[in-house]
């Protein structure tokens, strides 16, 4: 029944002063415990957990190059000058450069989007967009989400009396290019205290240098851009999360409120998972199979008529998204089955080792989304080229026990250019580089097991005190996500009412708890109705959330696995018993005792 192992997240000692500031704030000592055990807590940022969320921004002052970034842009606006703002084509880019295109217009600039094609011009400052600018006569490019690796393109633009300003979160991987500015928080000599920006939380930052507080409203595009990009929301990403939400829920930009009516997510109850899950990939879509520029457009748009035609053939393009992509998974596990036919014969690739490469046939938009499947799929990287290009695009997904960007980083010599970041990254390789990128790749990644599924648990309750007062006391972790996941709560002594097969291959369970009963869903398993029986214990692992249908409101549970009742009780003398009892608690997260629901 369960498809996980299960942990426990380590308790952690609490100091006296750190609980008296938590008792202050209002946070209660099994919250606190929680915050300690994820390395959340500790003196000054509890306030800005629960404070407003405006004291969690740092100074963009404090950025790599920004006095040199501040004074082009000021220069630009003396001069009427016209600026070219050259964005990537994923969602982070889109939004950055969205957020960029409005700081510069709000400072009086002539400022132009410009959208690379995927296929044609790849990541990085283009030398079409280069000669572009050239032509419209705009003597300035600023980058965003991209630059650091496009020092040939910078230095071509330099020889055209073009200057550039590099806007960036990318790995630096060598010098810097010759811009008037880099700015980058992941430079080696930065003193940003958040190296962890996305793109678009990079061009949020430096719209604050720009206008002050006149950018706080650009919050909601920078929180797509951070959630779009997997960055961690901690931190000052939390803080922009925060603002972003409460923007986003108020739904005051046509755009995003056009394409939020088209997903059907309600904008009032909109958090981080449907942003992921709803927004991003449909800014993401209409770059992978045709070209992004209607994805900037609508964010941009000012007319609820136009935003609702842009939202339209961003939905139709994300439709379309998902059949490639099915198509192009299936024909990829077939050939790494080793059985490929028609039209599949021209892909190649191999599962076995600790890495996966495959090339195919397939749309250069689409092998980031195939990497990913696979690389969850397999607890290992997976690297997935596109043949229908030259020079070949690759893109590469790592589920999280391996470092993609230093990895491509130690083969330079074998690209045309790359980058990227510890779980992602992308690269242009000539065709008859591919065996040797596919050695190498596995010497590199020669001592990496695979990751297996894993679910961690905050805390254990009794099915009794799984309840609002438990929900509204997790509810103090949101915004959640990378790094700061949602709470997963282990519930013991429920009872099986109803299984209920539901549509997507999910099941839907009715569950008592005392003299109540709780709704559950469970996603992605259509295997549980033949395994549950009425009346049978369970022990369930789950987040707690809120349901509202005809006006009702109730509690939910969305479970994530479940095992025959007693696993917990186990997991606990397990805990308990020490690191030498067994393989679980050897794990490198150790798990030991965190307060029960009766800690208030």
């Not at 426990?8 to 000592?29: F, K, M, Q, T, Y």
């Not at 998972?273 to 449909?282: G, L, S, T």
Request: one cysteine or more; proline letters at 6%; hydrophobic letters at 45%.
């Amino acid at each position: 029944m369960p498809r996980h192992r299960w942990r426990l997240r380590p308790s952690v000692a609490v100091a006296h002063d750190l609980a008296a500031e938590a008792a202050d704030l209002g946070i209660s000592r099994r919250l606190l415990a929680i915050l300690c055990a994820r390395g959340l807590a500790d003196r000054g940022r509890l306030g800005a957990l629960v404070g407003a969320p405006e004291t969690g921004l740092h100074d963009p002052r404090l950025l790599p190059d920004a006095a040199a970034f501040a004074a082009r842009v000021e220069q630009a606006g003396q001069r009427s000058e016209r600026v070219l703002v050259f964005g990537d084509f994923d969602a982070d880019g889109l939004s950055g450069l969205a957020i960029m295109a409005t700081a510069l217009r709000r400072r009086g600039l002539d400022a132009e989007p410009y959208v690379p094609d995927r296929t044609e011009e790849g990541h990085g400052l283009s030398s079409a967009a280069v000669e572009r600018a050239q032509v419209d006569g705009r003597t300035l490019i600023v980058t965003v989400d991209c630059g650091t690796s496009s020092a040939p393109e910078i230095a071509a633009a330099a020889t055209l009396g073009i200057d550039v300003l590099v806007t960036d979160h990318h790995r630096v991987t060598g010098a810097l290019p010759p811009a008037v500015a880099v700015v980058n928080p992941q430079r080696l000599d930065a003193v940003y205290p958040g190296a962890g920006l996305a793109g678009a939380g990079v061009a949020f930052k430096l719209a604050q240098l720009l206008l002050g507080a006149g950018a706080l409203d650009l919050a909601d595009l920078a929180t797509i851009g951070t959630v779009a990009d997997v960055a961690p929301i901690v931190g000052e990403n939390r803080a922009i999360a925060r603002l972003g939400l409460a923007q986003l829920r108020a739904n005051q930009r046509p755009g995003i409120r056009a394409l939020l009516a088209k997903a059907g997510v309600d904008a009032a109850r909109l958090d981080l998972e449907q942003v992921a899950f709803a927004i991003a990939p449909r800014l993401n879509a209409v770059g992978r199979i045709g070209h992004g520029g209607p994805a900037v457009r609508l964010l941009l748009a000012q007319d609820a008529a136009e935003a609702d035609g842009l939202a339209l053939e961003l939905d139709a393009a994300n439709g379309l998204r998902r059949e490639l992509l099915a198509t192009a998974l299936a024909e990829a596990r077939v050939a790494l089955a080793g059985t490929a036919t028609p039209p599949t014969d021209s892909a190649r690739g191999s599962v076995d080792g600790p890495v996966i490469v495959i090339a195919g046939p397939w749309p250069v938009g689409i092998v980031g989304l195939v990497a990913g499947r696979l690389a969850d799929e397999f607890g290992r990287p997976a690297v997935v080229f596109s043949n229908q290009a030259d020079p070949w695009r690759g893109s590469a997904r790592s589920p999280g026990n391996f470092d993609l960007a230093a990895a491509f980083g130690a083969m330079a010599d074998l690209f045309w250019r790359f980058g990227g970041h510890s779980a992602a990254a992308g690269c242009h390789l000539s065709a008859e580089n591919y065996d040797l990128f596919r050695r190498r790749l596995g010497q590199l990644a020669a001592d990496v097991a695979p990751v297996e599924p894993s679910l961690t648990l905050d805390l254990i309750v009794g099915a009794l005190d799984a309840d609002y007062r438990l929900l509204r006391e997790l509810a103090t972790l949101e915004p959640t996500g990378t790094g700061n996941p949602p709470p997963i709560v282990g519930i013991e002594g429920l009872v099986v009412v109803r299984v209920r097969p539901a549509r997507g291959g999910h099941t839907q369970l009715v569950l008592r708890k005392g003299r109540e009963v709780l709704d559950g869903i469970c996603f992605g398993r259509d295997d549980l109705d033949g395994q549950l029986t009425q009346d049978q214990p369970v022990d369930v692992v789950a987040r707690l959330a809120s349901r509202v249908f005809g006006g009702y409101e109730s509690l939910q549970l969305e479970v994530r696995d479940l095992a025959p009742a007693g696993t917990l009780a186990n997991l606990r003398l397990d805990v308990d018993a020490g690191p030498a009892a067994t393989d679980l608690a050897q794990s490198p997260a150790r798990p030991l005792a965190l307060p029960t629901a009766s800690a208030g």
